[in-house]
């Protein structure tokens, strides 16, 4: 049930995708050239609407992953994960102050 509900909610956001493309890609031009066939007026409202609708349909998926049974030791390493680009950017000011201190 699980698995058919995630591949659900994987073409759900795949196809809201591809139509934020096709409305990136394809969109009218501006005033002195020509427009490109099929252009349809998308309104910054309406891509903020897919957009939203977009997150609101993949952010509940993504905040319940689990580890599989077999890796739930590594549980806190993973917790740790997404903050390490923060420590080697201060890590970055903290050597240009020692080096600027010799």
Do not use: K, T, Y
């Not at 910054?44 to 609708?53: E, I, K």
Request: charged share 15%; hydrophobic share 60%; net charge neutral.
């Amino acid at each position: 049930m699980a698995a058919r509900r995630s591949n659900a909610v994987l073409v759900a956001a795949l196809v809201l995708g591809l139509c934020c493309l096709h409305s990136a890609f394809v969109g009218p031009a501006v005033s002195n050239d020509r427009a490109l066939r099929g252009a349809v007026e998308v309104s910054q409202q309406d891509l903020a609407q897919l957009v939203a609708a977009g997150a609101l349909i993949a952010v509940p998926e993504a905040a319940q992953a689990r580890l599989p049974d077999e890796f739930v030791i590594f549980a806190p390493i993973v917790d740790v994960l997404p903050i390490l680009p923060i420590f080697f950017f201060l890590l970055a000011f903290l050597w240009q102050a020692s080096v600027g201190f010799r």
